[in-house]
């Protein structure tokens, strides 16, 4: 397969050692990673802030610079629901609006083999184990996108179960948004606060040592409050604990 990392803006930009935990990841367990140098935003910003046809242009570029790739990995829920759910939609639109064919044929390529991690993880690849080692506590959140956009379901679970030294442990209101939502924590910032602080309590009444999550902007919402908070906990991407081993711990 050739298979390609799709980063994302938020990773690139601020994360970047979630994206290395990718490629070390996926290079153990066999697979050769690309990272097509021209990749860009996926548009989401701009089509989640109204700016739908601004996306369009970066939608088309998406498609070029992945299209010829079998696999498009991604450590982003939220990215990865972008291209799934999203593109066909902006493609329809322009259908709707009389411009024809040609944006829901340039982006119907991409759509189907772009992924989240732990979905090529489970199935494509077909691992549940993936000889990870990681001794800490760690309570998992399942990000709006991959819960509801990306049908996640049990994958990212049954990941952390099989992490060798790892206690995972039920975080409470699990399917409740941490209140993040992009623009939304800045536009409806009192809302927004008071959903973190809720997801930050019931992370806190785990007394897991990490939170953990498939989705770096939620992580950065919910590790933001936490250090207000100061509760002691750390947010970690599942990516990061997915590529520790015994040889080589992540902190």
């Known amino acids: 397969m050739r298979v390609a990392l799709f980063l994302t803006c938020v990773n690139d930009t601020l994360y970047p050692d979630?994206?290395?935990a990718v490629v070390k990841l996926l290079t153990r367990l066999g697979v050769d990673v690309d990272f097509p140098a021209g990749q860009t935003c996926c548009g989401q910003a701009h089509y989640n802030t109204g700016y739908r046809h601004e996306a369009e242009p970066l939608a088309r570029h998406f498609s070029d610079v992945f299209g010829e790739y079998?696999?498009?990995v991604t450590p982003s829920g939220s990215c990865g629901?972008?291209?799934r759910e999203?593109?066909?939609?902006?493609?329809?639109?322009?259908?709707?609006?009389?411009?024809g064919d040609t944006?829901?044929?340039?982006?119907?390529?991409?759509?189907?083999?772009?992924?989240e991690l732990t979905e090529f993880l489970v199935d494509v690849l077909g691992v549940t184990d993936v000889g990870a080692y990681y001794p800490h506590t760690v309570t998992y959140h399942p990000t709006c996108h991959g819960l509801r956009s990306l049908g996640l379901g049990e994958r990212p679970l049954t990941l952390l179960r099989a992490v060798k030294g790892l206690e995972l442990v039920e975080l409470p209101g699990a399917e409740e948004c941490c209140g993040f939502g992009g623009t939304f924590a800045v536009k409806n910032s009192d809302v927004s606060l008071a959903m973190g602080t809720d997801k930050v309590r019931n992370a806190e009444s785990t007394g897991a040592e990490v939170l953990c999550a498939a989705d770096n902007s939620c992580?950065?919402?919910?590790?933001?409050t936490m250090t207000r908070l100061r509760t002691g906990m750390r947010p970690v991407h599942i990516a990061e604990i997915l590529a520790s081993t015994e040889e080589e711990p992540a902190a």
């Open 70 to 72: 079998d696999a498009i």
């Open 18 to 20: 979630t994206g290395r």
């Open 103 to 115: 944006l829901a044929a340039t982006l119907a390529p991409v759509v189907p083999k772009t992924y």
């Open 86 to 99: 999203l593109y066909p939609r902006m493609g329809e639109r322009a259908r709707a609006e009389g411009r």
């Open 81 to 83: 629901a972008m291209v």
């Open 219 to 224: 992580l950065m919402h919910i590790g933001g």
